[in-house]
T-cell receptor
Framework: GENVEQHPSTLSVQEGDSAVIKCTYSDSASNYFPWYKQELGKGPQLIIDIRSNMDKRQGQRVTVLLNKTVKHLSLQIAATQPGDSAVYFCAESDSWGKLQFGAGTQVVVTP | DTAVSQTPKYLVTQMGNDKSIKCEQNLGHDTMYWYKQDSKKFLKIMFSYNNKELIINETVPNRFSPKSPDKAHLNLHINSLELGDSAVYFC????????????FGSGTRLTVV
């Protein structure tokens, strides 16, 4: 999306290694940042989110970091498994709940 | 007991036809959305309804018309289909407008030939 830059576009990792995806957003008024995982042929699924009153949030094998000063977001997937292979999207939300998505990162986990 | 269900899953139709996609959510959410995903996987919002009221109407050709008969349903009607309308259309819902995560449907792959 024009307001959310995401990189890399493709990420290949070996099973067991970590994967890191980074995003930069432009709207300093945004205060909600979800991350979605989209498997082939399915709809995006929310995996973790963070609000602007936090700078770190952890889930099961996933950690999201938020740096509001420089408007950076990152998602780390630890101990990757073949089932983590999917397209991952970051997003920012405006006050109307409109999500602007990044262009997506295709993660490929090789055994 | 799918949370957000869309029908049909696949739709192949000729240019110039009119078609509809239906969406229903059983989560009790107040807000529903239509997103379009192009061939490069880019997701772009089209419309949003909150309690049957249109609250987001992005720059979308007026051949696309959403309708929300009640807060659990949001349908999308497309007139005079064009080749460029080919995409995957996702319906989603959220608890309310504002900062809530979306639950997406599984998508409708529209192919215009």
């Amino acid at each position: 999306g024009e307001n959310v830059e995401q990189h890399p576009s493709t990420l290949s990792v070996q099973e067991g290694d970590s994967a890191v995806i980074k995003c930069t957003y432009s709207d300093s008024a945004s205060n909600y940042f979800p991350w979605y995982k989209q498997e082939l042929g399915k709809g995006p699924q929310l995996i973790i989110d963070i609000r602007s009153n936090m700078d770190k949030r952890q889930g099961q094998r996933v950690t999201v970091l938020l740096n509001k000063t420089v408007k950076h977001l990152s998602l780390q997937i630890a101990a990757t498994q073949p089932g983590d292979s999917a397209v991952y999207f970051c997003a920012e939300s405006d006050s109307w709940g409109k999500l602007q998505f990044g262009a997506g990162t295709q993660v490929v986990v090789t055994p | 007991d799918t949370a957000v269900s869309q029908t049909p899953k696949y739709l192949v139709t000729q240019m110039g036809n009119d078609k509809s996609i239906k969406c229903e959510q059983n989560l009790g959410h107040d807000t529903m959305y239509w997103y379009k995903q192009d061939s490069k996987k880019f997701l772009k919002i089209m419309f949003s309804y909150n309690n049957k009221e249109l609250i987001i109407n992005e720059t979308v050709p007026n051949r696309f018309s959403p309708k929300s008969p009640d807060k659990a349903h949001l349908n999308l009607h497309i007139n005079s289909l064009e080749l460029g309308d080919s995409a995957v259309y996702f319906c989603a819902s959220s608890l309310d407008r504002g900062n809530y995560g979306y639950t997406f449907g599984s998508g409708t792959r529209l192919t215009v030939v």
